[in-house]
């Protein structure tokens, strides 16, 4: 199995080298991480490149960066990841995650497991079952999380508990079929709800997600921002329910 990490970054030159570098090093994770960057204006890019000059061998590249000079966009950062993920490098699993360490690099193996072992064709990091939490967030944002999920578990079913995980494994058969679609973490909801209508497995393991210690949330951190996203993620729901869309 060759495992690819996709990192979609904007501005992260505080975060990037400590990632890879724990992401790599973890017995039984990825083989390679592939970062797509939209053009960042600090040195995230600059750091990456000194990060495959360390990693990369004429035979085998642990580390790969991918430049969008005009695009931005998380969807499409992490669908582009994928894509020269499976393409290129001939991945047979890509993983994705965001790139604040908010998501443990350590917790890789483990969301690998069931996809290596044939369990399930995406495992899902989940900060909503036992042995999840979340401590990256205030009250504010966390109650809405809960609500959105809560509206999810609702119309799309309750297998699920983190329908806006963003941590994320799937196996090259999943990703051959579905592509992701939406502007930002609402992609998630409705990745797993075509996923399920598909027949795909989907296993859930839990994560803790901690707090961004370095750099700037691109989320925005008040009511207002919260209230804009959290409209989208609503609206995914309603049309996936509505509009029962598989493929
Ligand atoms: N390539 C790319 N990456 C992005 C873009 N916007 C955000 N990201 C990355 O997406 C990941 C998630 O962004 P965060 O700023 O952590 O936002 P969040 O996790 O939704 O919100 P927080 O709860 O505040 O952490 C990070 O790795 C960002 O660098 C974008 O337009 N393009
Ligand atoms: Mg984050």
Aim: proline share 3%; charged share 20%; net charge neutral.
């Amino acid at each position: 199995m060759f495992v690819c990490t996709v990192l979609p970054t904007y501005n992260e030159e505080a975060n990037i080298e400590l990632l890879v570098e724990s992401l790599l090093n973890n017995q039984q994770g990825s083989n390679m991480v592939l970062i797509v960057d939209d053009n960042s204006c600090d040195a995230t890019a600059e750091k990456v490149r000194n990060l495959s000059i360390k990693y990369n061998r004429y035979d085998k590249i642990q580390v790969a960066l991918v430049q969008r000079r005009n695009d931005r966009g998380l969807t499409t950062a992490i669908q582009y990841g994928i894509d020269v993920a499976t393409k290129r490098y001939g991945a047979n699993i890509v993983t994705w995650m965001d790139c604040d360490l908010s998501m443990p690099p350590e917790d890789v193996p483990q969301l690998l497991t069931p996809l290596v072992e044939g369990a399930a064709d995406i495992v899902v990091g989940s900060r909503w079952i036992s042995g999840g939490a979340d401590l990256a967030h205030g009250f504010m944002a966390r109650t809405l999380s809960k609500i959105i999920n809560g509206w999810a578990q609702l119309l799309l079913g309750n297998d699920i508990s983190d329908y806006t995980s963003g941590f994320v494994a799937a196996n090259t058969k999943v990703l051959k079929t579905l592509r992701l679609q939406g502007d930002y973490g609402e992609y998630c909801i409705d990745f797993i709800c075509r996923s399920k209508r598909n027949g795909y497995k989907i296993v859930e393991i839990p994560y803790v997600c901690v707090p961004r210690t370095k750099g700037e949330s691109k989320t925005g951190l008040n009511l207002y921002d919260y209230l804009i996203r959290g409209r989208k993620y609503i609206s995914t729901v309603w049309k996936l329910f509505i509009y029962k869309q598989s493929v």
